[in-house]
Structures are given as structure tokens and as C-alpha cells.
């Protein structure tokens, strides 16, 4: 049996509230579970407002609308990502800036944006890789200097904290994934986050038509349909209140993970502040001075799955043109040439997680002779 590098995990209550769902003939956008989950993730998450939709790209897409973003303006993504925190922002109409990430903590680097702010720029997105929390205060503080908007690409990084804070309710939007593969899952899914009243408001609209509960059928935003449905918020409803348990597992895994790998002197993890938590997405290290490819071939060969580093935006032809002329590339490089990332899911058996270790230490030595 293949050991996948992802892997929901459905239960008894997911499958409980969803047939609930479905018996009660509530399967699109309105019922019940809809409001019950939007109410855990507020508690869940210290936050005044969520709004939950169909999957992370899409909250991207409402937070950078809700904040008026569009033709003219310019955004700061970092260099390394999933295409979606890109994508979003050139299918608003605005243009996006790439920006180089911090050697250490793989995220966007606050010492590089400043020098890319222009008359046009309107917002930075900043995205929590793997599940480490970018340096926010930082963030904070050039948000403020040069008044942009923040958002917070928080798809991977469902539950970690910037010291007490929960990521994605530090800037002015948060925007969260459920896909199958994070923290917690809807199948597909997202929410949006945040703390101001204003831009709740017009998240609201902009999920549903343009229209308010008001006043039916009477747009006041070219909005689109970007609604959840009742079966995938009742599996979140589900999830979330495993939320505790799901974390506690990564937390082992990580921990048996680091154990045995990091005492290599070829290989790295991401810079984790201790005062913030991190919730592991995927379990992610750079390997120096091994061939990566030949390295997940080999897993592959023994039936585990892994995963290279997101390719780093500059490196895709369709992004080029969003590439700064003064810009260095050496710090996404490296860790897109030295990166993999091991499974990271709740099911994740410990004999399973030793295999892959074996595996990967097997094929170290063998490098090292080979050499
Ligand atoms: C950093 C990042 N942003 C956005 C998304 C988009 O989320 P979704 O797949 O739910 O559309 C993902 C995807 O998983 C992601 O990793």
C-alpha cells in the first residue's frame, strides 16, 4: 500500500452531519451547519467575522475585491507559493509584484518589499508556507508607513499563531483553505477572516451575488456565487471540533519526523520562532547536497509519496513579466532545488513514519558512498 504524502481524515460525525445535510434536503448554500461552522471558526479563531466559502483561491479572490483591489493596482506576493495566492490577484485585474522570501523562514521578506512600493501598490499578501507564520510586526509596521492593505494567505496555516494571535486575524482579510489536504477539510473549501465590520459587510456581498439579506434579488455589487455548501460546512463542523486532536498529531509527527532527520549536517528545516506556533502542514526540509528528484524517485520506487517545493513564481514563464527588474533569485532556488516535503496526515501510522525515515536515511548513506 502507497503511503500518500496527504490525506483527509473522515470520521463517524463528518459523516453524521453530512448525511444530516442530506436527509434534511439541505445541500446547497443554506441550512444550519453553515452558520454552526462560521460560529466555531469565530471561536475558534479569537475573530469577529468569518465567511465561509468555496475554497481558498476564491477567498483570496473576495478578500483582495472586498478591499477594492483591482485595475491600476499593485500587489506584493512572495516568490514562493501556490499559483492560487498569485492568480487571484491577476484575475482581480490588478498586477501582481513578486517578492523575494527569507532564506530561514521561507516566507516573504519584510527587508525586500520596501523597495518595491510604488505609487500603484494597494496591498501585500502575505502567505504562511507550510504553516510558519510570517514576520508580522514587521509586516505591520510597512503596511502602516506606506497605508496598504495586508492579507493574509493562511491556507496552510490553519490553527499556527504569530505569538498570541492566530494567523490569518492579524492584517485587515485572512484567507483560509479547507482542501483535503490541510489542517482541517470540507473537501473543498475556504473562509475568509476578519475584524472589521466594513469589509465583513462586503464579503458578504460578494459570496453571494452582490445581494444582502435585505433585500432579495437587488444587487449592490457585481458579485459572484462564491457560497459553501451545508454538506461541506457540516464535514467542517465535524472537523473543527477534532481541531485539538488533529494538531496534537502533527505535532508527533513533526517531532518524530525532526528526531531522526535533523540530526543529518545536510539538512534543514524552516526558522520557527519559539514564540509563535507553527501547525505543520506538510512536513517540509531542504536536503543539501542530494539530488531531490533521485531522492522522491526512490520513495516513490518504495511507495511513499512526497512532494517537491512550489515551483517559485519567477521561474514560470506566464509570471515573468510580474518579475521586478532588480531581483534576486537565489534564496527560492535553493530551497525549490533542496526541498521536499514527507506525509503529513492525521492517519499517519508511526511504523509508517519510521519507514519513510529508513528510507530516507538508506539513501543518504548511499549517496554518501556513491560519492
Ligand atoms: C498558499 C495557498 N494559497 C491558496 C491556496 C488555495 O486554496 P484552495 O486549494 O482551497 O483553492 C492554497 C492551496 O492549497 C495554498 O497552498
Known amino acids: ?103 530561514e523562514t521561507w516566507c516573504i521578506d519584510p527587508k525586500k518589499i520596501v523597495n518595491k512600493i510604488t505609487k500603484k501598490t494597494k496591498a501585500i499578501i502575505c502567505v504562511h508556507l507550510y504553516g510558519n507564520p510570517c514576520e508580522m510586526e514587521e509586516l505591520i509596521k510597512i503596511k502602516k508607513k506606506y497605508n496598504l492593505f495586508l492579507i493574509e494567505d493562511a491556507a496552510e496555516s490553519f490553527g499556527s499563531k504569530f505569538k498570541k494571535k492566530f494567523t490569518s486575524t492579524i492584517g485587515d482579510i485572512g484567507c483560509i483553505s479547507f482542501f483535503g489536504n490541510k489542517t482541517i477539510s470540507t473537501g473543498e473549501g475556504g473562509c475568509c477572516v476578519t475584524n472589521n465590520k466594513k469589509f465583513y459587510k462586503k464579503l458578504l456581498l460578494i459570496r453571494n451575488n452582490g445581494i444582502d439579506k435585505k433585500k432579495r434579488y437587488f444587487s449592490h455589487f457585481p458579485g459572484l456565487n462564491f457560497k459553501m455548501t451545508n454538506v461541506q460546512a457540516a464535514i467542517g463542523f465535524a472537523q473543527i471540533k477534532k481541531l485539538n486532536q488533529f494538531i496534537k498529531k502533527r505535532k508527533l509527527i513533526e517531532k518524530k519526523y525532526d528526531e531522526k532527520l535533523i540530526e543529518f549536517n545536510n539538512i534543514f528545516r524552516q526558522k520557527i520562532q519559539l514564540e509563535h506556533k507553527k501547525v505543520e502542514w506538510l512536513y517540509t526540509l531542504v536536503i543539501e547536497n542530494c539530488n531531490i528528484n533521485k531522492l522522491i524517485k526512490y520513495l516513490e520506487k518504495n511507495n511513499i509519496e512526497t512532494r517537491r517545493i512550489f515551483y517559485p513564481f519567477h521561474q514560470m514563464p506566464i509570471y515573468k513579466k510580474y518579475v521586478p527588474k532588480k531581483f534576486d533569485k537565489k534564496n527560492s532556488n535553493y530551497i525549490f532545488d533542496n526541498g521536499i516535503s514527507l506525509p503529513t496526515f492525521y492517519d499517519l501510522k508511526e511504523v509508517e513514519i519510521k519507514k519513510i525515515i529508513n528510507k530516507i536515511i538508506l539513501f543518504q548513506k548511499k549517496a554518501i558512498h556513491s560519492n
Open 1 to 103: 500500500m502507497k503511503i500518500p504524502v496527504a490525506k483527509p481524515h473522515v470520521g463517524y460525525y463528518e459523516k453524521k452531519f453530512s448525511k444530516d445535510a442530506i436527509d434534511n434536503g439541505w445541500i446547497s448554500s443554506n441550512g444550519k451547519y453553515i452558520e454552526k461552522f462560521e460560529q466555531q471558526l469565530k471561536k475558534k479563531l479569537k475573530a469577529k467575522n468569518c465567511v465561509v466559502c468555496s475554497n481558498g483561491t476564491v477567498a483570496l479572490v473576495m478578500a483582495l475585491q472586498a478591499l477594492g483591489i483591482g485595475r491600476g493596482d499593485e500587489v506584493l506576493v512572495p516568490d514562493v507559493s501556490f499559483t492560487a495566492t498569485i492568480n487571484s490577484v491577476i484575475n482581480v485585474g490588478a498586477k501582481p509584484v513578486i517578492s523575494e522570501i527569507d532564506k
